[in-house]
Structure formats: C-alpha cells, structure tokens
C-alpha cells in the first residue's frame, strides 16, 4: 500500500468522532425541499456544505443559483490532464418528516442509538454525501489527490430535480468529467458491500378514452354503446401474453439481453422467490417467463398500471355507463430502450386495436432513458477493488429497478458514465419516519472510496 493512501486512511480511522460530529450539525438544518418555508434552511444547508469544501481545500466553491434552489460547486483540478476527472454529485435536501408522531425521536435532533444514527436525511443522503466530502478530505490531509476532482450537490433531488437539467446544460464545460461517482444507492445488507451498475428508465403516461358525449343509463343504452371503461380494461390486458411478454408493437426491438455473467452475478444475490414473496406479501408472483424475480426487477423492461378511473366510484350502486376512462400507464425500460421510442409503440398499439366506439389520446407524463455502466469498466473495478480491501469480500453486483434521473442527464448531456454506490441499508426507513444511518458500514464506505480514487489513479 502507498503510503499516501495508508496516511489518507490512518486520517479517516482518527477521526470518526469528528466526521460524526459534522454530519449531527447537518442532520440538525430541516432542509425539505418542498416546503416553502424551509427556504433559509435550504440556504443554510447549501453555505454548510460550500464551508465544509472550502474547508478541506476545495477550490472555486460557488452556491450557484437555479430556478429553485441552489447547487453547491467546487473542484480541485491539480493531477494534471493525464488524470481523470471525477464529479461528486450529492444531494443535500430531505423528505418531509410527516408523520410526526410516528418518530422515536424528533427528527432533526439527530439521536444516536445502537449503533445508529437516527434523523431525517441522515441515510438519504446527507451520510452518502458526507462519506464523499470525508473521503477526499482525508486524501487532502495525506497529498495531493490522484484525481481532478469536482463537485456538484444539488438541494432539489426529492422534487424530482426541476432545475438539474437545465443547471448541467447551461454549465457543461464547468462540469465537464471523465466519469460520475453517484452515491445516492445503498448496500444490500451490512457485510454486503454492493455496486449496483444498472438503473431503469422510465415511460409515464395518461391513456385518455371517451365514448358518449355524457355518461348514460347502462339499462337504457348498455350493450348498443361500447363503455369507454370495458374497452380501455380490454385494451390494457391486451397489453401483456400470457407469458408476461408485453405486446406493444417493436418493445423488445432494442432491449439489450442479460449476459451470462451478469446473470451469474445477479444469482449471488440470494433474492429467489421466497424473498420477495416474504418481502410483498403476494401470494404468488407473476413475471416474463424464462427469468428470475431479481432478473425480471434489474433486466427487463415492465408495463404497469399506476391508477384507473372511470364511471361511478362512491358508495352504494349507480346503474352507469361512463362516458371517459383514465389509465395511468408506466413503463420500466432498459438498455437500449428510449421513452420516445416507447411513446411511438405505445400509440402504434392502441391505433391497431382501439375499436371504433371511442376515440382516446395518450399524454406524456414523464421519461427518462435507462442508464449502465459495464461491469469492467475502469470505475466499476476501481470501486470493486476498494470494497474488497475493506470488507474482505467481493462486492455484489445487481441492477437497480427504479431510476436516478441525474445518471441519464450527466450522461446525456456531458457523455460522462456514473458509478453507483452509496453505504446505506434496506432497513434505514427512507422518506419513512424513523429514518436512520447504521454507522459501521457508513465508517467503511469512506475508506472504500478512498481506495476508489487512488485506484483510479492506474
């Protein structure tokens, strides 16, 4: 071990307290991004985190202001061109912590338990952040960095980041980077240390259908007029073989195969059948034929209905038949799949099979392209490597099921990959009350990315 590397991890194992201590003081500033009134404290969680990096010698530290609210910036660019450039993206604003009275503990007065730190955003993300500040801070203490370093921390994650996209655009060249380390994931348990490498994309749609001009007596006019809700529930169960294949015209055209060692990989995981009947209560699952629950989650594209809406809701009985019908229709997708792409088969599907009775629209809700980083991608090693050194383990490797919109925009608009990671666990109650970091993991994520960037260095 270099012995650069071995004084950057004797720092962090000095001061454990100290990094505690920091991210208490930041857990404490209720910095909920939806809330109006948490405006100074957004304001004063964004100057927390601008000090913190100048602190360490971050440089050109900026809060850059955006249509909402701010991102902190600064870099430390001094390993020369030869060396790659890494941008930190984080997140410092939280979830509501509603409801109250479920809490153990207030949830900005950070509480210390078993090994545990609870309060809002500790987990989600303010720990992962942290771990990264903690980390570069340390190689600073011990050299220079092996790495050009930057640092993009948004405070509008939890809204959906309204503004991160036009923030990226409108600053490309300051961001411009070789590669992303996103640490806004998490560990499958506490002795799993985990990459996910994978994300989802998402489609999300409103499937409109209108037949008569109003609703009508079903005993009056039921069976001569086609009831919007029939058809729209026709249409939608269409949408899926009995095989669990969906049938939209051209969907699975560009859908990238798993590979055999990802398969391989993702059967490590331990998460069969019984796992996530135990974990959703279903009685019995249902997936596309031919691939395992964690395959089908991770790997392959899915269709589902989020919400339907039609006719007579309220209590007792009404005799109607309902002029409209409303589904809300998403879609997971995979590489090499593109919600664009999706919209087009979506409507291709419903032109070929809508009856002439109704007339229907599909509105566009949301999207974003799904996103992976291979497996022996130098970052993905680099990290691996560093895991292995502090766990004693090979890391797992899964595909994440849900999406991170800023990978895809980091992706698109500065062609840069990211790398997943982050060091909390299933349990830790995020946007729940209760929400908590379990420490030890948390301690060993900052030594693992400090070997991440000196293993970057070649």
């Given at each position: 071990?270099?012995?650069?590397?071995?004084?950057?991890?004797?720092?962090?194992?000095?001061?454990?307290?100290?990094?505690?201590?920091?991210?208490?003081?930041?857990?404490?500033l209720p910095s909920i991004s939806?809330?109006?009134?948490?405006?100074?404290?957004?304001?004063?969680?964004?100057?927390?985190?601008?000090?913190?990096?100048?602190?360490?010698?971050?440089?050109?530290?900026?809060?850059?202001?955006?249509?909402?609210?701010?991102?902190?910036?600064?870099?430390?660019?001094?390993?020369?061109?030869?060396?790659?450039?890494?941008?930190?993206?984080?997140?410092?604003?939280?979830?509501?912590?509603?409801?109250?009275?479920?809490?153990?503990?207030?949830?900005?007065?950070?509480?210390?338990?078993?090994?545990?730190?609870?309060?809002?955003?500790?987990?989600?993300?303010?720990?992962?952040?942290?771990?990264?500040?903690?980390?570069?801070?340390?190689?600073?203490?011990?050299?220079?960095?092996?790495?050009?370093?930057?640092?993009?921390?948004?405070?509008?994650?939890?809204?959906?980041?309204?503004?991160?996209?036009?923030?990226?655009?409108?600053?490309?060249?300051?961001?411009?980077?070789?590669?992303?380390?996103?640490?806004?994931?998490?560990?499958?348990?506490?002795?799993?240390?985990?990459?996910?490498?994978?994300?989802?994309?998402?489609?999300?749609?409103?499937?409109?259908?209108?037949?008569?001009?109003?609703?009508?007596?079903?005993?009056?006019?039921?069976?001569?007029?086609?009831?919007?809700?029939?058809?729209?529930?026709?249409?939608?169960?269409?949408?899926?073989?009995?095989?669990?294949?969906?049938?939209?015209?051209?969907?699975?055209?560009?859908?990238?195969?798993?590979?055999?060692?990802?398969?391989?990989?993702?059967?490590?995981?331990?998460?069969?059948?019984?796992?996530?009947?135990?974990?959703?209560?279903?009685?019995?699952?249902?997936?596309?034929?031919?691939?395992?629950?964690?395959?089908?989650?991770?790997?392959?594209?899915?269709?589902?209905?989020?919400?339907?809406?039609?006719?007579?809701?309220?209590?007792?009985?009404?005799?109607?038949?309902?002029?409209?019908?409303?589904?809300?229709?998403?879609?997971?997708?995979?590489?090499?799949?593109?919600?664009?792409?999706?919209?087009?088969?979506?409507?291709?599907?419903?032109?070929?099979?809508?009856?002439?009775?109704?007339?229907?629209?599909?509105?566009?809700?949301?999207?974003?392209?799904p996103s992976i980083t291979p497996?022996?991608?130098?970052?993905?090693?680099?990290?691996?490597?560093?895991?292995?050194?502090v766990w004693g383990k090979k890391?797992?490797?899964?595909?994440?099921?849900?999406?991170?919109?800023?990978?895809?925009?980091?992706?698109?608009?500065?062609?840069?990959?990211?790398?997943?990671?982050?060091?909390?666990?299933?349990?830790?109650?995020?946007?729940?009350?209760?929400?908590?970091?379990?420490?030890?993991?948390?301690?060993?994520?900052?030594?693992?990315?400090?070997?991440?960037?000196?293993?970057?260095?070649?």
């Amino acid at each position: 071990m270099t012995e650069p590397r071995q004084k950057a991890l004797e720092y962090a194992h000095t001061n454990p307290q100290a990094f505690l201590e920091q991210l208490i003081a930041l857990c404490k500033l209720p910095s909920i991004s939806t809330d109006p009134e948490a405006k100074p404290a957004m304001q004063a969680t964004a100057e927390f985190i601008a000090n913190k990096l100048t602190s360490i010698g971050i440089e050109n530290v900026a809060i850059m202001p955006t249509a909402g609210h701010p991102v902190v910036y600064g870099d430390y660019l001094h390993a020369g061109d030869d060396a790659p450039t890494v941008l930190v993206y984080g997140h410092y604003d939280v979830q509501p912590a509603d409801p109250l009275e479920l809490w153990n503990s207030p949830p900005f007065e950070p509480t210390l338990k078993d090994g545990n730190l609870y309060a809002r955003g500790a987990s989600d993300m303010k720990g992962q952040t942290m771990a990264g500040i903690f980390s570069v801070e340390a190689i600073l203490q011990a050299d220079e960095l092996p790495v050009n370093i930057k640092f993009m921390i948004e405070g509008e994650e939890e809204i959906g980041s309204p503004s991160l996209d036009a923030f990226i655009a409108e600053n490309a060249d300051l961001l411009k980077c070789d590669l992303c380390l996103n640490p806004d994931a998490g560990m499958l348990g506490a002795d799993k240390p985990t990459i996910p490498y994978s994300l989802r994309g998402l489609a999300y749609f409103e499937i409109r259908v209108q037949g008569p001009m109003g609703d009508l007596h079903s005993g009056m006019f039921g069976g001569a007029v086609l009831n919007p809700a029939n058809e729209l529930a026709r249409l939608i169960a269409g949408m899926h073989d009995a095989n669990g294949r969906i049938t939209l015209p051209g969907f699975y055209d560009n859908v990238v195969e798993l590979s055999d060692k990802e398969r391989e990989e993702l059967s490590r995981l331990g998460m069969d059948e019984d796992y996530y009947t135990n974990l959703t209560g279903a009685p019995e699952l249902f997936g596309e034929k031919g691939y395992t629950p964690v395959e089908q989650i991770g790997g392959r594209p899915t269709l589902d209905v989020n919400g339907f809406l039609s006719g007579f809701t309220g209590e007792g009985s009404k005799t109607v038949l309902p002029s409209k019908a409303m589904a809300k229709v998403s879609m997971r997708l995979v590489p090499n799949q593109h919600p664009n792409e999706v919209e087009k088969q979506l409507k291709q599907y419903m032109t070929e099979n809508a009856r002439r009775g109704i007339t229907w629209e599909v509105v566009k809700h949301a999207g974003g392209p799904p996103s992976i980083t291979p497996l022996d991608s130098d970052a993905v090693k680099a990290l691996a490597k560093g895991m292995e050194a502090v766990w004693g383990k090979k890391p797992l490797y899964y595909r994440v099921g849900g999406s991170i919109p800023v990978v895809a925009q980091i992706e698109t608009i500065l062609g840069a990959p990211s790398v997943l990671t982050g060091f909390g666990l299933p349990d830790d109650n995020l946007h729940a009350p209760n929400e908590k970091l379990t420490l030890d993991p948390w301690y060993k994520g900052i030594d693992a990315l400090i070997h991440f960037f000196y293993n970057l260095e070649g």
